[in-house]
Every structure is written in structure tokens, then in C-alpha cells.
């Protein structure tokens, strides 16, 4: 018997709600998936099972990018075409791997790999 009643979709725009949602799954035993682009080939959710999809579309912050060591910090709902256009102002390009799309989620796209 499962001890997951519900699905839902639930989006956190700070890593403070993040830790707040993931603190209240934990209490209840309850799945979480996140998501952080609304590009998916794979589907992101498991049909049999039920829990909670973390969406973290919202959080498109580019922190920093350091040109030096060709390294830059970003936020999960950053998309391919935000990061490329970004670091071309600085002289860089993001490796894609696989040919993602623009609209993806860098992040979701490199650990997809």
C-alpha cells in the first residue's frame, strides 16, 4: 500500500522554498521530481507513481560568469538560449550536448547526457 496521496505540481522560485517543500515531502514519505523546463522528451513524471513534480522553471538567474576559468553558475530554468546568448557577450559558448533544445533547461540538458 502506498503512503503517497496526492499529485501535484508545485513550483519554487528561491532555494529557500525548495528546502521548505523538500523538508514537508521527507515528513510525509512523499516522491519528488524535479522539473526545470517545460522541454520534455523523456517524460519527467512516472505514470504509477504519485508524489509531487518540482517545478523549477522560474529560477533563470545567470549568478556569475567567470571568464578566466570558462566557468559559469547558473540556476536550473536558465534555457539553452538564454546561456548561449549570455556567454557570447563574453566571448564563451556553452558544449551542447546532443543538440538541445533552445528552450530547454541548460541543466536538464547536460545531465540528461
Known sequence: MSVHTLQR???AESTQKIRAILRQAGRHRTPVIPRSS??????????DREGILLDLS???TIHDIDTR???VRFEPGVRWDKLQDELR???LRASNPLLPHREKSALASVLDR
Open 9 to 11: 505540481t508545485l513550483r
Open 38 to 47: 517545460s522541454v520534455d522528451h523523456d517524460g519527467s513524471w512516472p505514470r
Open 58 to 60: 522560474d529560477m533563470k
Open 69 to 71: 576559468n570558462r566557468a
Open 89 to 91: 557577450k563574453h566571448g
